[in-house]
């Protein structure tokens, strides 16, 4: 992405492997302690990390990140939130769950052709257009 002319972060908790592999890359890194959903002081620091560096496109991979990032970013139109799907387990069907992917989540980025049906098939709210 850098080569295509993006600013790439990557952010990550202090002395994760991958953050350092991504440092290590030459990637500009960024270490945040994220404990739980609910915890203010990680929201306000992704919150103003993301604003202060102007970014508008979050790429995550885990449920986690996505409520971490969506709840941070809340009120903010200029910013979108792209998700991958590894796990072949669908979207659970739980009010959390399908608020965040049906509101937050802009994209979703899915491994296999066959979970991508599957996923499309278990969560029609999901609208087909935003998963790939």
Not at 27 to 50: C, F, K, N, Q, Y
Not at 116 to 132: E, H, I, L, Q, V
Request: aromatic content about 8%.
């Amino acid at each position: 992405m850098s080569a295509r002319g993006h600013r790439v972060l990557m952010v990550g908790q202090p002395g994760g492997e991958i953050v350092a592999r991504a440092a290590a890359a030459g990637l500009r890194t960024v270490e945040i302690p994220m404990h739980g959903v609910g915890d203010v002081r990680t929201l306000w620091s992704l919150a103003r990390l993301l604003r202060r560096e102007d970014i508008r496109v979050a790429f995550t991979n885990q449920a986690r990140e996505i409520r971490l990032i969506g709840l941070s970013q809340l009120g903010r139109r200029d910013f979108r939130l792209i998700a991958r799907r590894g796990s072949p387990d669908p979207i659970k069907n739980v009010w959390h769950y399908r608020w965040v992917y049906e509101r937050w989540v802009h994209r979703l980025v899915i491994n296999c052709r066959a979970w991508c049906r599957r996923s499309r098939r278990t969560r029609p709210g999901f609208r087909r257009r935003r998963s790939a």
